[in-house]
């Protein structure tokens, strides 16, 4: 079945912000200036498209990601829009991981907070292109330049704007495009949706000329030829000022910077314009990296539908009528439905039933998923997160999806009989779908206790074990799973030297014990020499201080990020 639209008119992307920036209200104003929907739903009403859970739409804010697609000026967009709360950073993650550009959404009176800083790194660690959009112009207190000014300073990014707003807060009327140098203003009167474009007021063309120079002079940094032409005083053209922005953005060295009011439908279609002409297709990056199955020998594979597949999971909903939805993003070659596809992860065989294209939870039955799309797949029953879906003739493994540890935990017990058993059933599929959602028993008191990122990710299940389970359950206080560490290094010798009847026991070691880098585990090192330890008693060394760290020496609390280093020590030929 061949591709209705070429891979180059593709752009996959993602809006991720601190909560409350307004990613939702501007996926809703896509869709609606897409054609996608006839009328804008709002966050705060409960009518919100991408908001589509029950939880959500209750609560005014987004819990899980969720995928769409729309048309723009002959471009296809697929767009995920995620949470802004901590607690669903899971989200946040597996999402960054199959997209090829992203939004990142400031308040223009917040500015740069706490769980902006966490998604741009979490988009430095995928090395995702973005284009930064300050939302909420019209607010009180709303500051263009000191907003800019944040991301330049907190964030490291080298911001440049490519609009400037003209006014702010209730007198936020247009902007000014630099690119095109002219002025776009909104009509009041129909809540921003008809725009007239006039030529920069006189007032205003200092600043703005000042403000195209800056950008011009920073997109010429990244291009050389438009360096020469910055210096003998000739202005690019558009043609080329785009074209060298585009490459810039997609290598990470410059961010774009845009600005409206969401809410009030400013600014929208000057931010899907930038989605198009600054973010990249799946053509525009790298081959996607792999390894083969048998020899961890790295393979690479082109976004092209005449390759071989190569697709990856990355997440798994639970659907009442279709049992398990399994979302995926397609790197290389075509999936078709009914076809049977290779699971390399887990090294089985598993049948594609049906396809879908997604917009939030309304599916679109599609043939096949081509190169570069994102689609929703019925029938991988045994597929998790982070499994790769391939052709069995010609394997591959993707790099999988790093989730953080859960951090709190409580314990829940069922109210009746009848619920014991659809409790770990319900346990089972909530755990299949969130990766950072985990079930254990605990030995000592037979009680069973879930863990998750925070408070509200365990008061969300609980609240849809009622709601999509009809589980009742009785939950205790939530506990933090606290973790130990050192503080300082020190160095320690220790010797056992054990007479029984019969052989006695030996061993002697010295070793240095200091703080590891946060997140950095366990570390071991051997520094013995000229053999004063066998080496075959090295791993019982190493293996010994694992297991002591399981109860650390002040709480009791596993201990975590600390480097252990090995220097000496003494063996008995007989008792060790």
């Not at 896509?30 to 029950?54: C, K, N, Q, S």
């Not at 739409?57 to 967009?77: C, F, L, M």
């Not at 800083?117 to 973005?130: F, L, N, S």
Request: glycine share 8%; proline share 5%.
């Amino acid at each position: 079945m061949p591709r209705s639209i070429d891979i180059s008119r593709v752009r996959n992307v993602g809006l991720m912000a601190h909560i409350d920036a307004g990613k939702t209200t501007v996926t809703e104003r896509i869709l609606y200036f897409a054609g996608r929907t006839h009328r804008m739903g709002e966050v705060h009403d409960g009518e919100a498209t991408m908001d589509w859970m029950a939880q959500e739409q209750e609560r005014g804010i987004t819990i899980t990601s969720a995928a769409t697609t729309a048309r723009w000026k002959d471009h296809r967009v697929n767009i995920i829009d995620t949470p802004g709360h901590v607690d669903f950073t899971a989200e946040v993650e597996r999402s960054l991981r199959v997209l090829d550009g992203t939004v990142a959404l400031f308040c223009a009176v917040g500015g740069v907070q706490p769980q902006s800083e966490t998604v741009w790194r979490q988009a430095e660690k995928y090395r995702v292109p973005r284009v930064a959009f300050v939302n909420k112009m019209d607010r009180i207190g709303a500051d263009f330049e000191a907003v800019v000014e944040a991301i330049r300073r907190e964030l490291g990014a080298n911001a440049v704007p490519v609009v400037l707003p003209i006014g702010a807060e209730d007198e936020f009327a247009g902007l000014i495009d630099l690119v095109d140098m002219k002025a776009v203003y909104f009509d009041e009167n129909a809540s921003g949706i008809q725009i007239r474009e006039e030529a920069i007021p006189g007032k205003l063309l200092d600043r703005a000329r000042a403000a195209e120079e800056v950008m011009i002079e920073r997109i010429s940094e990244q291009d050389d030829r438009l360096m020469e032409k910055f210096l003998e005083g000739e202005t690019p053209g558009r043609a080329e000022c785009v074209a060298a922005m585009r490459k810039a953005t997609i290598r990470g060295d410059i961010i774009p910077v845009l600005c409206g009011a969401a809410f009030k439908n400013k600014g929208v279609r000057r931010l899907m314009d930038a989605i198009i002409d600054y973010l990249p297709s799946p053509h525009d990056l790298p081959p996607i990296i792999g390894t083969k199955v048998a020899s961890n020998a790295e393979i690479l594979r082109h976004p092209d539908d005449d390759a071989p597949l190569a697709a990856l999971a990355f997440k798994i909903q639970a659907d009442k009528h279709m049992g398990k939805l399994t979302y995926v993003r397609v790197y290389s070659g075509v999936l078709h439905s009914g076809e049977v596809a290779y699971n390399s992860t887990r090294e089985k065989k598993q049948r594609v039933g049906r396809l879908f294209e997604m917009h939030a939870d309304h599916r679109q039955p599609v043939e096949a998923l081509h190169a570069g799309e994102v689609g929703a797949v019925v029938g991988l029953g045994e597929t998790r997160t982070g499994d790769t879906i391939c052709s069995d003739k010609h394997p591959i493994v993707l790099e999988s999806i790093e989730f953080p540890a859960p951090v709190i935990g409580m314990a829940v017990k069922p109210l009746s009989r009848a619920d014991r058993d659809n409790l770990s059933k319900a346990l089972v599929r909530l755990s299949d779908e969130d990766p950072t959602f985990t079930v254990a028993s605990d030995e000592e008191t037979g009680e069973v206790v879930i863990s998750g990122m925070g408070e509200l990710h365990l008061e969300i299940i609980v609240d849809r074990l009622k709601r999509e389970f009809n589980v009742g359950t009785e939950v205790g206080k939530p506990q933090v799973a606290y973790r130990e560490t050192i503080v300082a290094s020190t160095e320690h010798e220790h010797k056992l030297v054990k007479q029984t009847g019969g052989h006695g026991q030996y061993a002697h070691i010295k070793f240095e014990i200091e703080p590891g880098g946060p997140g950095s585990g366990f570390q071991f090192q051997n520094k013995v020499v000229g053999g004063r330890i066998p080496r075959e008693y090295i791993p019982a060394v190493e293996r010994g201080m694992v297991d002591a760290m399981v109860e650390g020496p002040y709480a009791g609390f596993p201990m975590v990020d600390v480097k252990a280093t090995l220097s000496d020590g003494s063996s008995h030929d007989v008792d060790s």
